[in-house]
């Protein structure tokens, strides 16, 4: 079995920055590839970033909305992996999810993850 659990979230400026973390325990090596969702109130939950299990810098995917502004890593060997979110805007308030998946390929659909965290909110004040 693999557990994922964050931190990180709170509260930010219009344009500042935050850190999330997301720590791995169980099997992970059934889980190459992990990613991070969020959601708003009212609002679908929406992809945002993902990466796999790669040699250094694995593979990685961005939702346009956060592209160029937020940048996903990991550190294997922490079994960590990490959203660092730059010019953060009222927009990006949301309950941020770690999940993790089976897949080799930097998926971006909520199917294709198994493994969920229980979020982190962030808030970015107007």
């Known amino acids: 079995q693999v557990q994922v659990v964050e931190s990180g979230g709170g509260l930010a400026q219009t344009g500042g920055s935050l850190r999330l973390s997301c720590t791995a325990s169980?099997?992970?090596?059934?889980?190459?590839?992990m990613a991070w969702f969020r959601q708003a109130p009212g609002k679908e939950r929406e992809f945002v970033a993902t990466?796999?299990?790669?040699?250094?810098?694995?593979?990685?995917n961005y939702a346009d909305s956060v592209k160029g502004r937020f940048t996903i890593s990991r550190d294997n060997a922490k079994n960590t992996g990490y959203l660092q979110m730059n010019s953060l805007q009222f927009e990006d308030t949301a309950v941020y999810y770690c999940?993790?998946?089976?897949?080799?390929?930097?998926?971006?659909?909520?199917?294709?993850?198994?493994?969920w965290g229980q979020g982190t909110q962030v808030t970015v004040s107007s």
């Open positions: 990466i796999t299990r790669g040699r250094g810098v694995g593979l990685t």
């Open positions: 169980g099997r992970t090596i059934g889980r190459p590839t």
């Open positions: 999940a993790a998946s089976t897949k080799t390929w930097p998926q971006t659909k909520r199917q294709d993850y198994d493994v």
